[in-house]
């Protein structure tokens, strides 16, 4: 198992953990505010969002017709794939203490969650399954409406909440992100030359 954090890194990697753990303290610390105190430990919540889960649900029956069922399983196996990418591949090959565990700055940040995971940070898999979510559903149904793009800042922000309430570093999240995209990419790829792209029948964005 490599180990992100220590003493043996290259100079660019260290230089490039410096400026995680400096913006890390800017987005705990430092930009910070008590509406967000309270509504970031709610928006990484997946409770939170059943609503818009239920209105994609409702979206693609109403829309896709016999394709729906199938895109509803392209988006759940796409979220699946990339959680076991991010836990059981990547996170069993590196670890990296999460910021509300780390034994050097652990008593010096601010965690507003209950539960502080032990396995490794590196990379969040919040992150990874939102992004590879949001990348299948603007590549396979953007077309229908511009306002699908705003899937990408639902997963942002849920992402951006887990640096937030300290359970992430930054680099946790643009690993996962990368990581969550370019599956989320290859899935779309995969439902399209399958089933093609789904076409609409109403119009509800």
């Not at 303290?25 to 990484?44: C, H, M, V, Y």
């Not at 076991?84 to 999460?98: A, G, P």
Request: net charge positive.
């Amino acid at each position: 198992m490599i180990l992100l954090e220590g003493s043996g890194h290259l100079g660019f990697l260290q230089h490039i953990l410096h400026i995680d753990y400096w913006l890390f303290e800017k987005i705990n610390g430092q930009w910070t505010s008590p509406f967000f105190d309270a509504a970031f430990p709610f928006l990484r919540e997946a409770e939170f969002w059943l609503p818009f889960y239920l209105f994609l649900l409702v979206f693609a029956l109403l829309n896709f017709g016999k394709k729906a069922i199938w895109w509803c399983l392209g988006l759940i196996m796409t979220a699946i794939i990339s959680d076991l990418v991010s836990s059981s591949v990547i996170k069993q090959s590196i670890f990296r203490y999460r910021p509300c565990q780390d034994p050097v700055i652990g008593e010096k940040i601010r965690v507003l969650v209950k539960y502080c995971p032990h396995s490794s940070s590196f990379t969040s898999s919040h992150a990874c399954n939102h992004f590879s979510a949001a990348m299948f559903i603007f590549m396979t149904i953007g077309h229908t409406s511009k306002w699908w793009a705003l899937v990408y800042l639902w997963a942002f922000v849920i992402s951006y909440a887990q640096v937030y309430v300290g359970v992430h570093y930054p680099l946790d999240i643009l690993g996962g992100t990368t990581v969550g995209c370019l599956l989320g990419y290859g899935m779309s790829v995969f439902f399209k030359k399958q089933f093609g792209l789904p076409g609409t029948i109403n119009t509800m964005v």
